[in-house]
């Protein structure tokens, strides 16, 4: 007798609101691995606007739905969930969206709901994070108001100077440093004013909630992981972030990220031992993990664990290894081993540029003269003049970014020197 039936066709891979042309190119590659030809279905918000070149690619199926009505979302997925061979998505804004998901295609062999839920709230996170390791998480508390009875506890139970960040937003959006009383009332109550409209407007995960948490010297980095279904992870290359502050802003903002990193051997593996702890203490499987760290005196310490490929990684990991971080996520939801070549091609930077002042921008200077380096492999300008240039430390978002890439890393440095000495970004 037999014990499992197949039904449908299990060839159709599941993008949930968001499809990128790297994924459209892992499709076709994954499909050369594998019998049958794979193809990809995109299920989009309803209210969001669907990119031309997806309309035009006839071997996409495209969904739209209201993720708020579980009825709708079900009666639209019911006619392809026999077919989805996997899912996956961009973005932690989307992370509760494919929360959603899940429970509709009990074929795949996901992340659980619980653990997607844990790794998008900042507080639930560091709470899990603390419970299994103290030693990889920095101590916090939670403020919901900025009375003198909460300043004096987070006085008491964290001390100066401490960080303040929302629970449920990335991208360092309103993340400032406190260094005494009044600096702290006067945060609480801007990131009390300010954070229900940007939870809105940056789609925030989970209710609005204020973490404080200790300030931790010492240098960033990130790195992606790959984790199977039994929880075997495959590390990506690490990844140094330079932050805003570091360039003196008063902002955490990361400014730089630049990849293959200095670090030795040992000093890798620990960042892999403190990223895998993470990994563990939140549930993580079936999954691409981005984690972001810090090298501390103390040891490395765990900032952030999400459930999703990081920011600009594919670029990053392209250039420097070759490695294709988008077909690899799609491997490791099937249990797939990741393809991780080993050979270092070059060094990669990603600069994010925020204007030094908040205003309307009015020009951007130097863009001629940053176009002919050779090391530039893109520009792409996020603001036109006009628009409001705000801090992430106020929820804005940068003017623009820039790859670049060179295989000789003092090449790639003096690149780097010159785009920070022609560029000048003009407010008014």
């Not at 310490?301 to 999703?308: A, D, H, S, T």
Request: charged letters at 25%; glycine letters at 6%.
């Amino acid at each position: 007798m037999a014990l499992y039936h197949q039904t449908g066709n299990q060839n159709k891979i599941l993008f949930v609101n968001g499809f990128s042309p790297a994924q459209r190119a892992a499709v076709d590659k994954y499909s050369a691995l594998v019998p049958d030809k794979l193809s990809p279905i995109v299920l989009y918000d309803h209210k969001k606007e669907i990119p031309s070149w997806v309309k035009e690619d006839k071997d996409v199926t495209i969904l739209t739905a209201d993720f708020t009505d579980i009825d709708d979302l079900q009666n639209v997925m019911k006619p392809h969930v026999e077919d989805i061979l996997t899912a996956t998505f961009l973005g932690e804004y989307n992370a509760p969206n494919f929360r959603k998901i899940i429970p509709l295609i009990p074929n795949c062999v996901l992340p659980t709901e619980t653990s997607l839920k844990w790794t998008t709230e900042k507080i639930k996170m560091r709470g899990l994070l603390r419970n299994y390791d103290k030693t990889i998480a920095p101590n916090f508390a939670v403020a919901s108001d900025a009375t003198p009875e909460t300043i004096e506890r987070l006085e008491k139970k964290i001390g100066y100077p401490l960080v303040v960040k929302p629970s449920g937003l990335a991208a360092s959006l309103l993340v400032s440093i406190c260094y005494h009383r009044e600096e702290l009332e006067q945060v609480l109550k801007q990131t009390i004013k300010k954070m229900n409209q940007i939870y809105k407007l940056k789609k925030g995960r989970g209710e609005p909630a204020i973490l404080v948490e200790e300030f931790m010297e010492g240098d960033m980095y990130s790195i992606d992981a790959y984790v199977n279904a039994r929880g075997v992870i495959y590390f990506a290359p690490l990844v140094y972030v330079k932050t805003g502050r570091e360039i003196g802003f008063d902002d955490f903002f990361g400014y730089m990220r630049m990849t293959p990193t200095q670090l030795n051997a040992p000093h890798t593996e620990e960042a892999q031992e403190a990223a895998t702890k993470g990994i563990k203490a939140l549930g993580m499987r079936s999954t691409t993990c981005h984690i972001e760290l810090m090298r501390t005196e103390k040891g490395w310490k765990v900032i952030e664990l999400g459930p999703r490929i990081g920011g600009n990684r594919h670029d990053m990991y392209e250039l420097s290894f070759g490695i294709d971080h988008t077909l690899n996520d799609l491997l490791i939801r099937n249990s797939r081993k990741p393809i991780l070549p080993k050979k270092v091609k070059g060094y990669t930077a990603v600069m994010e540029f925020y204007a030094k002042e908040e205003g309307k921008l009015q020009k951007i200077q130097g863009l001629f003269k940053i176009e002919v380096l050779s090391s530039i492999q893109r520009i792409k300008v996020l603001k036109e003049p006009g628009d409001k240039c705000t801090f992430a430390k106020s929820g804005g978002d940068p003017v623009l970014r820039i790859v670049l890439f060179d295989p000789i890393r003092s090449n790639l440095l003096a690149d780097i020197r010159r785009v920070e000495q022609y560029l000048k970004i003009i407010v008014v």
